[in-house]
Structures are given as structure tokens and as C-alpha cells.
């Protein structure tokens, strides 16, 4: 199975300065159609986890600007631009594949500082 | 608008079985694959396996192979995941996730709670 390896693995953040998490999977994410295809999800306090990302970089419907993703072959970020309250629990990669078996990574938890 | 309405908490003893089931609304039940994805007290999200609800084919993550079993009634909208023998470290809020990996379609579940406990 694919192993995807994030960090850090906690994430304190002073309100309105940016944060970064890295995630690496074990293999290629690349299918036969040429595209990639990397997901991460958001898991606020008591909450359902909802998607942020798709294809390494696709904001989902509703998904605010200062959220980014990037990265190629097996090295994946996702950015926050400017941090605010809300975005405040575990953030996730996934490959996003019906082809593969797929694994979460361990999460990232994000906090305010 | 899109809904997926999962099933009550469930209590089981251990090596009984527990049936979760994800009731879809607002969209073409068919055209997504459900996925399935638990998360034990205070830990992270693990993926266990999807459905494809046009076909019925399944793919199960290799450690629930053999206790996980996924079905669809496409008359009902209705996904189904049913785990078998049952053990303590199964306790867990069980999820449903219907979502498509290019296109943006991702919708949840509220989540169900199962709790293993003799």
C-alpha cells in the first residue's frame, strides 16, 4: 500500500501569517491519463472531514483562495495563504484515485498560537 | 441540495457484526463511488474501501479483506457497509464519503458511531 508521509505533524500559527504542509507519498500519484491525482481534506473540531484540494491543485466549491495546493512525483504542499480562527484542526492528504488502495496520512494538526 | 444521511449509533458486542447505512439525496446516486472512512477516538481518518453504486464492484483496503463487506440498493439510494466479527479496537465513527477525484463533488456523512464493548 501507498504510505503517505506528512509533516509537520503539528502546526502552530500566529492568526493572518501563512502555513505550510508537506506531504510525500511512497509512489507516484501520476495515472495512465496523465494527471495526478492528490487530495487533502480538513477535519475541523467535531466535525466531518470535508475536501479541500483534488488533483494537487483544484479548489473544491466553496474552498476560500488563501487555500493552495502544489507539487508533483512525491512531493505535495498545501498552503494557507493567511491563517484565520476557522481554519483551526487536522488537515489530511489522500491519494485521490479509484485505482490505487488509499491511505490517509497521519494528519496535521493546526492551532493557533 | 447533495445529502448523505448516515445511520444511528450502534452498540455490538465483540465478534457480532454491525450494518452502517449512507442514504444519498440531491444527486445521481449512481455516478459517484462511496467511499467508507473511519476515525477510532483521537485518531486520524482511515480509508476502508469504496463502492462503485453503478456497477457494484468494491475495493477494500487489505486490512479489513474478509470483515468488510460494502453493497448499494440503487432503488433506495442507499450504500451499505457491514463489518463482521467485531472487536474492541473497531470502535469508531464510521463515514461515508461520495465524491468524484476530478471533478468538484465531495460530500459526507454525519458520521455513525459504532462502540464495541462486552
Known amino acids: 500500500d501507498i504510505v503517505m508521509a506528512q509533516s509537520p505533524l503539528s502546526l502552530p500559527v500566529t492568526l493572518g501569517q501563512p502555513a505550510s504542509i508537506s506531504c510525500r507519498p511512497s509512489?507516484?500519484?501520476?495515472?495512465?491519463?496523465?494527471?495526478?491525482?492528490l487530495n487533502w481534506y480538513q477535519q475541523r473540531p467535531g466535525q466531518s472531514p470535508r475536501r479541500l484540494i483534488y488533483?494537487?491543485?483544484r479548489r473544491d466549491s466553496g474552498v476560500p483562495d488563501r487555500f493552495s495546493g502544489s507539487g508533483s512525483g512525491t512531493d505535495f504542499t498545501l498552503k494557507i495563504s493567511r491563517v484565520e480562527a476557522e481554519d483551526v484542526g487536522v488537515y489530511y492528504c489522500?491519494?485521490?484515485?479509484?485505482?490505487?488502495?488509499?491511505?490517509f496520512g497521519q494528519g496535521t494538526k493546526l492551532e493557533i498560537k | 441540495q447533495v445529502q448523505l444521511v448516515q445511520s444511528g449509533a450502534e452498540v455490538r458486542k465483540p465478534g457480532a457484526s454491525v450494518k452502517v447505512s449512507c442514504k444519498a439525496s440531491?444527486?445521481?446516486?449512481?455516478?459517484?463511488?462511496i467511499h467508507w472512512v473511519r476515525q477510532a477516538p483521537g485518531q486520524g481518518l482511515e480509508w476502508m474501501g469504496w463502492?462503485?453504486?453503478?456497477?457494484?464492484?468494491?475495493n477494500y483496503a487489505q486490512k479489513f479483506q474478509g470483515r468488510v463487506t460494502m453493497t448499494r440498493d440503487t432503488s433506495v439510494s442507499t450504500a451499505y457497509m457491514e463489518l463482521s466479527s467485531l472487536r474492541s479496537d473497531d470502535t469508531a465513527v464510521y463515514y461515508c464519503?461520495?465524491?468524484?477525484?476530478?471533478?468538484?463533488?465531495?460530500?459526507w456523512g454525519q458520521g455513525t458511531l459504532v462502540t464495541v464493548s462486552s
Open positions: 464519503e461520495a465524491y468524484s477525484p476530478n471533478s468538484p463533488f465531495d460530500y
Open positions: 440531491g444527486y445521481t446516486f449512481i455516478h459517484y463511488y
Open positions: 463502492i462503485n453504486p453503478n456497477a457494484g464492484n468494491t
Open positions: 509512489q507516484s500519484l501520476v495515472h495512465s491519463d496523465g494527471d495526478t491525482y
Open positions: 488533483q494537487v491543485s
Open positions: 489522500m491519494p485521490g484515485t479509484h485505482w490505487l488502495p488509499n491511505t
